[in-house]
């Protein structure tokens, strides 16, 4: 069956260093991946998204993303950290017409 | 121009009882969704949309009724709540093969 797993249950990163958060994926073809942050109350917001083309993808807040088919992989990054980074991240899949989640990386900024 | 609001933001009711989340949206998108948020599960999705009058079920749907008579709108009823869907509730919309947007979502305690 498809999926996408987030590894990494909880991060912990001290404030103006790199994070990288880890998302892999089981799809045949090219998938349609993305990147969300729920901040702590709040909705998902889009961080950034692949379809297709290039495999690094930049997107909101400074973060990226690269897509590597050989290790089937969509880890995100973010070269240096802010406390309002704080938030949980979740990794999803298109499937047709919806989004399938990971379980989420719940990430701690600390000073 | 609120985009896609959720009512009520927080419930309390009791195990029996009949519940109704709301969700209206002001995109004109053709579809919406309901998922519901569970720690160490991330999103699952309860119901979809299509379109007005046209809706399908997710990968968690039991106990879960939905309605769309009017493209904007997007009721889930919980017909007899039950511990079990004590959740936090989140609307999406999108086009079709777009980009989801979601509502801040609704944190539902069933005692």
């Known amino acids: 069956a498809q999926s996408v797993t987030q590894p990494d249950i909880h991060i912990t990163v001290s404030e103006g260093a790199s994070l990288e958060l880890r998302c892999n994926y089981s799809y045949g073809a090219t998938p349609y991946l993305f990147w969300y942050v729920q901040s702590p109350g709040q909705g998902l917001q889009l961080l950034l998204k692949y379809f297709s083309g290039d495999t690094l993808v930049q997107g909101i807040k400074g973060f990226e993303a690269e897509f590597k088919r050989s290790q089937s992989s969509f880890n995100l990054r973010k070269p240096s950290v802010h406390w309002s980074d704080a938030a949980e991240y979740f990794c999803a899949y298109f499937d047709d017409y919806k989004l399938s989640f990971g379980a989420g990386t719940t990430v701690t900024v600390r000073a | ?111």
């Open chain 2, 1 to 111: 121009d609120a985009g896609i609001t959720q009512s009520p933001r927080y419930k309390i009711t009791e195990t029996g009882r009949q519940v109704t989340l709301m969700c209206h949206q002001t995109w004109s998108h053709s579809y919406m969704f309901w998922y519901r948020q569970d720690l160490g599960h991330g999103l699952r999705l309860i119901y979809y949309s299509a379109a007005a009058d046209i809706t399908d079920k997710g990968e968690v749907s039991d106990g879960y009724v939905v309605s769309r008579s009017k493209t904007e709108n997007f009721p889930l009823t919980l017909e007899s709540a039950t511990r079990s869907q004590t959740s936090v509730y989140f609307c999406a919309s999108s086009e079709m093969g777009g980009t989801q947007y979601f509502g801040p979502g609704t944190r539902l305690l069933v005692l």
